[in-house]
C-alpha cells in the first residue's frame, strides 16, 4: 500500500490538488486576517511544472483563483514570495517594482552537515543523522522566541532531506533587508567552507553570551547520542578532525597519544574534556592558547544549526509552500509542532499514494460510507492539517486587533 514511484506522479497530482491540499486554511494564512483585498493578490507565487518549467510572478485574488490554477497545471512544486507594491503579473511595468513584505524564513538542509555527519551523505537521510534537525529546531526556535519575541512560527517538513521555518509575526514580515540579515547572522554561529579546521570560534574569559549558552546546553543533552554514539566522531580515523580544532600543539600532541588507547568515542571524548580541563587549570591564563571554551566550540562545530542564511536575508527570496509533494520522495511537506520534533520521523510522513489508497480504503468501509467529511480527515494528513490550523488558531488571537485598528481606520472620515 501506498508505494511511491516519480513516475506516477503527475497522475496522481490531479487527485491530490483535487481532494487533499488543504485550500481554505492556505489562503487563510497567507491572507494574515487582511481586509485589503489587495493583499493576496499582491503575493508572488511560482509553479514548477513538469519538464522543469518555470512559471514565475504568479498572482491570485482569492481562494477560488488559487485553486483553479493549482487544479488545472498541477504543479510539481509551488514556491512562495514576498507581498509586493503591485501585482507580480505587473513587475516588468513597473520602474519602483519592491517587495513590501515577506515572512522572516530559514531553510536548514541535511546535505550542510556533509563535513560532520559519517551516517549518510547527500540527499540519503537516515534517524541518526535526522537528529541534526531535531537539534536544530530546538535551538533556532528558542532563539526566535526567546531573544526576539516571535511567536508566529510554522515549522514544515521539506519532503526530503530538510525543514523550513516561516517566522509570521507582523514584525517579523515587516522587517527590512538589513534586519533580516543582522537576525540570521546572530543566529548563524558555524561559518567557513569544509576545509575550515575551526568553524566556531568564542572569544574573551568572560563567558558566552546568554544564547550561545543556551544552545550548548541543547547540543549537550544529544550531543552523546548524535555525535559520539550515532556518529562516532572520534571513531577510528576520525579524531584528528575534532582534535585539530585545539589550537595549543602541546595539549593536542598529549590529547592524540591518548587516543588509540580508548575503544569508543565516548571514551576519548572523556579522555580530551578531561585533558582540556587540566590544561586550562594547569597554565597561567594569560599564556595558554586554549580556554575551556574549546569543548563548546566543538560541540557547536558538530551540532549547531547549519544555516542558509541567503535565504533569510532576501526578500524576494522564494520557499517551498507548504503541502506540496516532493517528486523524488512523493512526500508531503507537512507542518510538524516544534515542541514535539523529538517525535518527528520524516520515514512516517505520508506519501502522496499512502493518501489517495488511504482515501480508497477509508471508502470500502461501508458503515462510515454515508458520512460527510473531507477527503483528508480520512487519511492520514489529518494529523499535520491539524499542527497547521493550531498554528492558524494561535495567530487569529493576533488578527483580531488588527481587523479593528484597520476598520476604524476606515471609518476615520
Same mark, same amino acid.
Given at each position: =500500500?501506498?508505494?511511491?514511484?516519480p513516475?506516477m506522479?503527475?497522475?496522481?497530482?490531479?487527485?491530490?490538488y483535487?481532494?487533499?491540499?488543504?485550500?481554505?486554511?492556505?489562503?487563510r494564512?497567507?491572507?494574515?486576517?487582511?481586509?485589503?483585498k489587495?493583499?493576496?493578490?499582491?503575493?508572488?507565487?511560482?509553479?514548477?511544472?513538469?519538464?522543469?518549467? #518555470?512559471l514565475r510572478y504568479?498572482t491570485? !485574488?482569492n481562494?477560488?483563483?488559487? *485553486?483553479?490554477?493549482?487544479?488545472?497545471?498541477?504543479?510539481i512544486?509551488i %514556491?512562495?514570495g514576498?507581498?509586493y507594491?503591485?501585482?507580480?503579473?505587473?513587475?516588468?511595468? =513597473?520602474?519602483?517594482?519592491?517587495? =513590501?513584505?515577506?515572512?522572516?524564513v530559514?531553510?536548514v538542509?541535511?546535505?550542510? #552537515?556533509?563535513?560532520?555527519?559519517t551516517?549518510?551523505?547527500?540527499?540519503?537521510?537516515?534517524?541518526?543523522?535526522?537528529? #541534526?534537525?531535531?537539534v536544530?529546531v530546538?535551538?533556532?526556535d528558542?532563539?526566535l522566541? *526567546?531573544?526576539?519575541?516571535?511567536?508566529?512560527?510554522?515549522?514544515?517538513?521539506s519532503g526530503r532531506?530538510?525543514?523550513?521555518?516561516?517566522v509570521c509575526?507582523p514584525q517579523?514580515?515587516?522587517?527590512?533587508?538589513?534586519?533580516?540579515?543582522?537576525?540570521?547572522?546572530?543566529?548563524q554561529?558555524?561559518s567557513?567552507?569544509?576545509?575550515?579546521?575551526?568553524?566556531?570560534?568564542?572569544?574573551?574569559?568572560?563567558?558566552?553570551?546568554?544564547?550561545?549558552?543556551?544552545?550548548v546546553?541543547?547540543i549537550?543533552?544529544?550531543?552523546?547520542?548524535?555525535?559520539?554514539?550515532?556518529q562516532?566522531?572520534?571513531?577510528?580515523?576520525?579524531?584528528?578532525k575534532?582534535?585539530?580544532?585545539?589550537?595549543?600543539?602541546?595539549l593536542k600532541d598529549d590529547?592524540?597519544?591518548s587516543m588509540?588507547?580508548?575503544s569508543t568515542?565516548?571514551q576519548?571524548?572523556?579522555?580530551l574534556?578531561g585533558k582540556?580541563?587540566d590544561?586550562?587549570?594547569?597554565?597561567?591564563?594569560?599564556?595558554?592558547?586554549t580556554t575551556?571554551?574549546?569543548?563548546?566550540e566543538? =560541540?557547536?562545530?558538530?551540532?549547531?544549526?547549519?544555516?542558509?542564511?541567503?535565504?533569510?536575508?532576501?526578500?524576494?527570496?522564494?520557499?517551498?509552500?507548504?503541502?506540496c509533494?516532493?517528486?523524488?520522495?512523493?512526500?508531503?511537506?507537512?507542518?510538524?509542532d516544534?515542541?514535539?520534533? *523529538?517525535?518527528f520521523n520524516?520515514?512516517?510522513?505520508? !506519501?502522496?499514494? !499512502?493518501?489517495?489508497? *488511504?482515501i480508497?480504503?477509508?471508502?470500502k %468501509?461501508?458503515?462510515?460510507?454515508?458520512k460527510k467529511m473531507?477527503d483528508?480527515?480520512?487519511?492520514s494528513?489529518?494529523?499535520?492539517?491539524?499542527?497547521f490550523?493550531e498554528?492558524?488558531? !494561535?495567530?487569529?488571537k493576533?488578527?483580531?486587533?488588527?481587523?479593528?485598528?484597520?476598520?476604524?481606520e476606515?471609518?476615520d472620515?
Amino acid at each position: =500500500m501506498g508505494n511511491f514511484n516519480p513516475e506516477m506522479l503527475q497522475e496522481l497530482l490531479p487527485q491530490y490538488y483535487k481532494r487533499l491540499f488543504p485550500y481554505s486554511q492556505f489562503i487563510r494564512w497567507l491572507q494574515y486576517g487582511n481586509i485589503d483585498k489587495n493583499y493576496l493578490s499582491h503575493r508572488e507565487f511560482s509553479f514548477t511544472l513538469e519538464g522543469d518549467i #518555470y512559471l514565475r510572478y504568479l498572482t491570485f !485574488t482569492n481562494q477560488a483563483e488559487f *485553486e483553479a490554477a493549482l487544479k488545472k497545471k498541477c504543479p510539481i512544486k509551488i %514556491d512562495i514570495g514576498a507581498v509586493y507594491n503591485a501585482r507580480a503579473t505587473e513587475h516588468r511595468r =513597473m520602474t519602483n517594482f519592491a517587495p =513590501m513584505e515577506r515572512e522572516l524564513v530559514f531553510d536548514v538542509d541535511l546535505t550542510d #552537515y556533509d563535513d560532520v555527519r559519517t551516517c549518510c551523505s547527500g540527499a540519503s537521510i537516515c534517524p541518526k543523522c535526522w537528529r #541534526y534537525m531535531t537539534v536544530a529546531v530546538q535551538i533556532i526556535d528558542s532563539g526566535l522566541r *526567546e531573544d526576539f519575541g516571535f511567536n508566529n512560527i510554522l515549522w514544515v517538513y521539506s519532503g526530503r532531506r530538510g525543514i523550513h521555518c516561516w517566522v509570521c509575526d507582523p514584525q517579523a514580515r515587516q522587517l527590512s533587508g538589513k534586519a533580516r540579515s543582522a537576525v540570521a547572522e546572530y543566529l548563524q554561529l558555524v561559518s567557513g567552507g569544509d576545509q575550515t579546521t575551526r568553524k566556531v570560534n568564542l572569544k574573551g574569559e568572560m563567558g558566552v553570551h546568554p544564547s550561545v549558552e543556551r544552545a550548548v546546553n541543547i547540543i549537550k543533552k544529544n550531543f552523546q547520542k548524535l555525535c559520539l554514539e550515532d556518529q562516532d566522531i572520534l571513531g577510528n580515523g576520525r579524531w584528528n578532525k575534532v582534535v585539530d580544532i585545539i589550537s595549543d600543539n602541546d595539549l593536542k600532541d598529549d590529547i592524540l597519544s591518548s587516543m588509540e588507547s580508548c575503544s569508543t568515542s565516548i571514551q576519548r571524548w572523556n579522555v580530551l574534556s578531561g585533558k582540556v580541563r587540566d590544561y586550562v587549570n594547569a597554565k597561567d591564563w594569560k599564556k595558554r592558547k586554549t580556554t575551556k571554551a574549546v569543548l563548546q566550540e566543538i =560541540m557547536l562545530q558538530f551540532a549547531y544549526p547549519r544555516l542558509d542564511i541567503a535565504v533569510s536575508k532576501g526578500m524576494n527570496h522564494l520557499l517551498k509552500a507548504p503541502f506540496c509533494v516532493h517528486p523524488k520522495t512523493g512526500r508531503v511537506c507537512v507542518p510538524f509542532d516544534p515542541s514535539k520534533a *523529538e517525535q518527528f520521523n520524516p520515514d512516517e510522513v505520508p !506519501t502522496i499514494s !499512502t493518501l489517495l489508497d *488511504e482515501i480508497d480504503e477509508f471508502s470500502k %468501509d461501508a458503515s462510515e460510507a454515508g458520512k460527510k467529511m473531507k477527503d483528508y480527515k480520512k487519511t492520514s494528513l489529518k494529523e499535520s492539517i491539524n499542527i497547521f490550523e493550531e498554528f492558524l488558531s !494561535t495567530m487569529s488571537k493576533n488578527w483580531k486587533g488588527e481587523l479593528i485598528a484597520q476598520s476604524d481606520e476606515a471609518m476615520d472620515f
